[in-house]
């Protein structure tokens, strides 16, 4: 049952440091695990621990082809830092030149249903790719990045993706990652320093202002929760 797996998962990372849990979920589905990495600092702080010790676990990321030239920046220090190969996943060509070319290279400013196709063809899709034949996504994660994640649980299953989602970082905060990048020298993206605390396209994401919450930065135009579908569908099972 989909239900005790989870708990079973649960009772066996609970009191483990992030190396141990992640090497403990690897043993337990051998190649069988993936890493998403969009190079905030979460991922960063997941991937140094991924590649430091040598975990078994695929690491992934999805460029959307509108990301910042900052984040190009850390995957390439990333990459050279730790000999690790972390595997590019890009939209559709035919289906992203067809949404340009009827709807306009920033559409997706003019209407909640532009952004979210934009959203849809960009990163779904492709991440859809990204964990065919996977049993186990792990990503950066944290409760505290904003209210609609505060719900999420260390390990859930994704009903959008039909996988166990492996969330390791879920109660860490902010503080306990900007120590880890600073205690290992962990290559970040820059932008972090300028406010920029949730990083995703260059022209969905601006700096936060004070009092705002970690993710008010993105689709900062919209009114509604700031989720693009990667991580908006997920049911504990418990």
């Not at 400013?109 to 034949?133: D, F, H, M, T, W």
């Not at 705002?212 to 908006?232: F, M, P, T, V």
Request: with cysteine; net charge neutral.
């Amino acid at each position: 049952m989909l239900k005790d797996r989870i708990k079973r998962l649960e009772e066996k990372v609970k009191d483990l440091t992030l190396t141990q849990s992640l090497t403990c979920v690897a043993n337990e589905f051998p190649g069988k695990v993936v890493f998403s990495t969009s190079f905030g600092m979460e991922d960063q702080v997941i991937t140094d621990a991924i590649a430091r010790e040598k975990v078994d676990i695929e690491i992934f990321t999805l460029d959307t082809g509108r990301l910042f030239n900052e984040t190009y920046e850390v995957f390439s220090k990333t990459m050279a830092r730790y000999k690790k190969r972390i595997v590019a996943f890009y939209p559709d060509a035919e289906e992203i030149q067809q949404f340009v070319s009827t709807k306009g290279i920033n559409s997706f400013y003019e209407s909640v249903e532009n952004r979210k196709e934009c959203c849809r063809i960009r990163k779904i899709e492709p991440l859809k790719r990204a964990l065919s034949g996977s049993q186990i996504w792990v990503t950066g994660i944290r409760a505290e990045q904003s209210p609609n994640r505060q719900n999420f649980h260390l390990f859930e299953w994704d009903e959008n993706f039909n996988i166990i989602k492996f969330n390791p970082l879920l109660h860490w905060k902010s503080m306990r990652v900007r120590e880890y990048i600073n205690n290992y020298k962990v290559p970040y993206n820059y932008l972090h320093d300028k406010g920029f605390l949730s990083i995703g396209c260059a022209p969905c994401t601006r700096a936060i202002e004070p009092g705002e919450d970690e993710r008010a930065g993105r689709w900062w135009w919209e009114d509604s929760k700031k989720e693009c579908g990667l991580h908006s569908s997920v049911s504990s099972s418990q």
